[in-house]
């Protein structure tokens, strides 16, 4: 970023593999003078080390979530080398990267960002529903400790008519992603515990498995009958309708293999 | 896409200019027998068609709303040729391309999509706010006719503490983009015309311009001081925050010149 004083650029990777990296990204890459792959939140199915380091004519050194969160070597080399760290999905729509950005700005490092497709707008768009429509969105995590976030963001959303899109939690140590059979049976738990309707095992649900790839697998159908479908590999996510547009009932049952009068009792 | 049948693939171009296209969006545009511009959305700051045109290495199309809205021609392209289709964004998050899509599935053409980034996840990383602390996106419109939508939208929205996001209205033919200044004028409208007291002259307002490029420019201020600052050139869009985690208060002072004392009242 001239001066020869450093600088820290934040570049998404998208959701599949090293060919979500945009065009801009690939040349920011090439030009910096040390390429860093976070390794922690990477849930990109296809990528490859080799692949991506052959895509930039040069080598990529993987980083773990500590390292990040500590941040002070890269803040160091940042702020006299020109440093890449190639992220999964769009920078920042995880959180996790945002102290380091603000520790750089601090330190008076320049930061780019360069952005990639997110799960947020992806998701949506693969199922036909409309961004407009959806509500906050919220991680379903592991029940230990249990939380109750994702039953209450749902009642709120659907109270609104709105769609809501959950996360899957992952636990990366234990290689362990949480599966959309596994989310429906938590907000199934949730239900038993608090009692309030919201879900039932005629709810309509979207399960969405790595979305944004070759190997995309979507499907709509009761919750009960979603609990048994096998999604594949990681990662997984979970759309919950709301009620629904007419294009939008359409563009279940085409996209997603939705059963029509199933989507029609939503509209 | 094999067999000789013709496909529809929808590649998303980003934000900015031709360099927000995927790798693998690079290449399929390449392999395409023709390529279409969309022109009628096209809010990339930044895109030139002759550097569109040197990067794929072959003439593109631009094509307009009646074109895509009637849709014949295309799909009937499609059923012979592998047609790529370029858009702004990301595919489907603007719902202009669903109904071409489900056409193109009931027809029978195999249909691509290939990711982008879009604003949904762009304008939130681009000031630090927490993606899953929004809300309901919304549009504000031009106001014939007037619309209450925005207001409602971010009533719900701030009851439930949340950040939302407004897209600005646009007028292609008449190349009239909203801008941060007439979206805060509207707003302010809506509520001489409700009084329900949500919008006042010292609400917390992100504006961002040009998001995910090179020119992007965001300011966090009061409502009535943003109304005076030049935002520049289109695309613009306004987000005003619920209520902030200390971190994204943060945030809002080093990413986007946010008042230390105003962001803290919003804590």
Redesign the interface.
Known sequence: MGFGLGSLSFI?L???N???????G??RAKEADEVLLEGYTNMLPGLKIASLEK?LGKKVRVVDRKYLEDGKEILSSASKKDIALLVA?????A?TH??L??RA??QGIPVE?V????I???A???V?L??????????ITFPMPYSDVPYDTLK?NRA?G?HTLF?LDLRTEEKHFMSVGEGIRLLMVMEHRRGEGIINKDLLLIGVARA?GPEQFVKAGRAQDLLSVDFGDPPHAIIVPGRLHF?EA??LV??AGADKELVERNL
Do not use: H, W
């Not at 090293?18 to 801009?24: F, L, P, Q, T, V």
């Not at 999905?89 to 729509?93: A, R």
């Open positions: 998404g998208g959701l599949y090293e060919k979500g990296i945009s065009i801009y690939l040349e895509l999905g769009d920078p920042f729509v959180t945002v102290d950005r603000m700005v601090k960002v952005n990639a497709p997110s947020i707008s992806v949506p768009g693969a036909g409309q961004n407009y429509k959806f509500g906050r969105s919220c991680t709120l609104a709105l996360f944004g294009m359409e563009a085409l996209f």
